[in-house]
């Protein structure tokens, strides 16, 4: 088993930033890549980002490219989001998950709320 911890959410303003920190434990060796999923009220749970821990290709969803970015260090098993001029829009609860196997997301972390205001 993977266990997975984020840290780093919390209330800001529009256009602030905020550092999400995702910690991974246990067969850490098994994992492929890491990604950042988000659920906010009433809407389904999306994928923000995602990184593999070989080649360090990052994947972004439109809605976040050229504010967010996603970063991983393979020493301390720790993947990052940082995440710059915040919008209301990106107020959700942000996972942090780690695939296993090819097509999916095996363990999840417990998630850590973002909440943007105006």
């Known amino acids: 088993q993977v266990q997975l911890v984020e840290s780093g959410g919390g209330l800001v303003q529009a256009g602030d930033s905020l550092r999400l920190s995702c910690a991974a434990s246990?067969?850490?060796?098994?994992?492929?890549?890491m990604a950042w999923f988000r659920q906010a009220p009433g809407k389904e749970c999306e994928i923000v980002s995602s990184?593999?821990?070989?080649?360090?290709?990052?994947y972004y969803t439109g809605s976040v490219k050229g504010r967010f970015t996603i970063s991983r260090d393979n020493a301390k098993n720790t993947v990052c989001l940082q995440m710059n001029n915040l919008i209301p829009e990106d107020t959700a609860v942000y996972y942090c998950?780690?695939?296993?196997?090819?097509?999916?997301?095996?363990?999840w972390g417990p998630g850590t709320q973002v909440t943007v205001s105006l």
């Open positions: 998950a780690t695939s296993l196997v090819p097509g999916q997301y095996d363990y």
């Open positions: 246990g067969r850490t060796g098994a994992s492929r890549a």
């Open positions: 990184i593999r821990w070989s080649s360090g290709t990052p």
